[in-house]
Structures are given as structure tokens and as C-alpha cells.
């Protein structure tokens, strides 16, 4: 699946009483997502749990809180795919367009993330730094 949109990240205002949120984001796994309310960054399982409403990680991610984020407090979901490389070719060996494609993915999110990085980073210092 080609990485058609560049949203990495879903923000919400907590009403008291909902639970579930959102981030429509091609993802591999849980651990691609961290969740934030306010500045505090949340534990998967303690906190929250993430599913995949569709069944497929592709399609977005659903967190849901056991306890509902307070009035106005706010709610970040981040892709935040690790910055490693998984796939592993073997000489003469075979590789399917999947894995392929998964490799390609994964890169296009890591150049997301780095220039969403470079962004905030520039508006923090409140500077655009010379080439």
C-alpha cells in the first residue's frame, strides 16, 4: 500500500466521557503510535490500548482509554514508526512485492517524521536556519 497522505499525527479535546480516538495513518503495529495527553506521554496497556478497527494497522488505529481524558485536556496520537530497518535481503534469495513495499513505506514515513521534526524545530526557534 503506497503512502498516499502525509498525516502523521491527530489531535483532540478531551469532553470527559470519550474514550476512543482516532489516527487514520498507515501504521505496521502498536508500538508505531504514542499517545500524549496534555505534555505527559501515555503507556500502552496501563493507559490505553490500540486496535486496528478495520483489522489491518494500513487502515489507522483506534486508541482507546480505560479512563477518559479530563475536560479540555488535550489528546496527540503520532505515528512514531522506530527508526530501524527490518528488512533483511539474502543474495539469491527471494523477496515478495510485500516486503518490498512494507521497506518503501516505512522508509516514506521515516522522511515524514524527520521533516515533521524539522518543522517544529524551526517554528520553536522561530528562525528559518541557512542551507
Same mark, same amino acid.
Given at each position: $500500500?503506497?503512502?498516499?497522505?502525509?498525516?502523521? *499525527?491527530? #489531535?483532540?479535546?478531551?469532553?470527559?466521557? #470519550?474514550?476512543?480516538? =482516532?489516527?487514520?495513518?498507515?501504521?505496521?503495529? =502498536?508500538?508505531?503510535?504514542?499517545?500524549?495527553?496534555?505534555?505527559?506521554?501515555?503507556?500502552?496497556?496501563?493507559?490505553?490500548?490500540?486496535?486496528?478497527?478495520?483489522?489491518?494497522?494500513?487502515?489507522?488505529?483506534?486508541?482507546?482509554?480505560?479512563?477518559?481524558?479530563? *475536560?479540555?485536556?488535550?489528546?496527540?496520537?503520532?505515528?512514531?514508526?522506530?527508526?530501524?530497518? #527490518?528488512? =533483511?535481503?539474502?543474495?539469491?534469495?527471494? $523477496?515478495?512485492?510485500?516486503?518490498?513495499?512494507?521497506?518503501?513505506?516505512?522508509?516514506? $514515513? *521515516?522522511?515524514?517524521?524527520?521533516?515533521?521534526?524539522?518543522?517544529?524545530?524551526?517554528?520553536?526557534?522561530? #528562525?528559518?536556519?541557512?542551507?
Amino acid at each position: $500500500m503506497a503512502i498516499s497522505v502525509n498525516t502523521l *499525527l491527530a #489531535t483532540y479535546t478531551g469532553d470527559g466521557t #470519550t474514550r476512543g480516538f =482516532s489516527l487514520v495513518a498507515k501504521c505496521f503495529s =502498536s508500538s508505531d503510535i504514542s499517545v500524549y495527553v496534555g505534555s505527559t506521554k501515555k503507556t500502552e496497556v496501563v493507559d490505553y490500548e490500540v486496535t486496528a478497527p478495520t483489522g489491518d494497522f494500513a487502515d489507522g488505529v483506534l486508541v482507546t482509554f480505560g479512563t477518559a481524558p479530563a *475536560l479540555a485536556a488535550v489528546v496527540s496520537i503520532l505515528r512514531n514508526v522506530a527508526e530501524t530497518q #527490518t528488512l =533483511s535481503l539474502v543474495e539469491g534469495g527471494t $523477496m515478495s512485492a510485500a516486503e518490498f513495499e512494507a521497506a518503501l513505506d516505512r522508509n516514506c $514515513m *521515516l522522511v515524514q517524521q524527520t521533516a515533521a521534526r524539522l518543522e517544529r524545530l524551526i517554528i520553536k526557534l522561530g #528562525t528559518v536556519l541557512p542551507i
